[in-house]
């Protein structure tokens, strides 16, 4: 069946609110719609908790899905990302963050461009190349969507120093296109 066909299907179930609908939903769509919320929340047991969610809120509000405005697949997407990022931004998240060692945080960069969506993958090669301490923090900002207060206190750093991190680590990122800029331009014109 094609993959407009199985959208046609789920959304005429959820629409009738037939119960059926949530198990077509589930064993349709329950791994990519996990896959998505596990590139923002990196343990299993709150990725499941927060695609239960998911589920619900995709039951509880599928006539609010405008056909005319995306796929039924993009919306979905959309509420499992903006409900992974909700749980993220959460302060009981937070606080059970803190107790995780800082080591799970860097560890996660050597396997960022297995875990990114194929428009990160280049920005996560130049992020491995930053300085550990700027890693932790680019992650956040720009990976995972959290603001630089948020960073703060997830990293247990005063603002100021994510503030310069943040900065400094943007430079790096300059200097390394840069670098690689030069680098291809010499290639191209040597290779001719």
């Known amino acids: 069946m094609a993959n407009q066909d199985h ?15 949530m198990r077509y939903l589930f064993d349709h769509y329950g791994g990519a719609l996990n896959l998505i919320i596990s590139r923002i929340i990196t ?12 589920l619900m809120r995709i039951w509880d509000n599928v006539e609010k899905y405008e056909a005319d405005k995306s796929r039924l697949f993009t919306w979905m997407a959309r509420v499992a990302r903006n409900a ?5 931004r959460s302060k009981s998240y937070r606080k059970q963050g803190k107790t995780d060692r800082m080591d799970a ?3 996660n960069h050597n396997n960022m461009s297995e875990s990114m969506p194929i428009e990160h993958i ?3 090669k130049l992020v491995n190349k930053l ?15 959290y603001t630089q207060a948020e960073t703060a206190e997830a990293l247990d750093l005063p603002l100021g120093t994510v503030k310069t991190r943040s900065r400094r680590a943007l430079q790096q990122l300059r200097s390394i296109l840069k670098n690689e800029l ?3 331009i010499l290639y191209t014109f040597l290779s001719h």
Do not use: C, H, M, W
């Not at 959208?7 to 119960?19: G, I, S, T, W």
């Not at 343990?43 to 998911?54: G, I």
């Not at 992974?84 to 993220?88: E, Q, T, Y």
């Not at 550990?132 to 992650?139: E, G, L, P, W």
């Open 105 to 107: 945080v860097v560890v």
């Open 131 to 145: 300085d550990t301490n700027y890693r932790s923090i680019i992650d956040l900002l720009y990976f995972k969507d």
């Open 182 to 184: 030069i680098l291809l």
């Open 84 to 88: 992974a990022i909700d749980r993220v």
């Open 43 to 54: 343990e299993p047991e709150v990725a499941e908790e927060v695609l239960q969610d998911v």
């Open 7 to 21: 959208q046609a299907v789920l959304l005429q179930l959820l629409l009738a609110r037939d119960e059926a609908g």
């Open 122 to 124: 280049g920005l996560a």
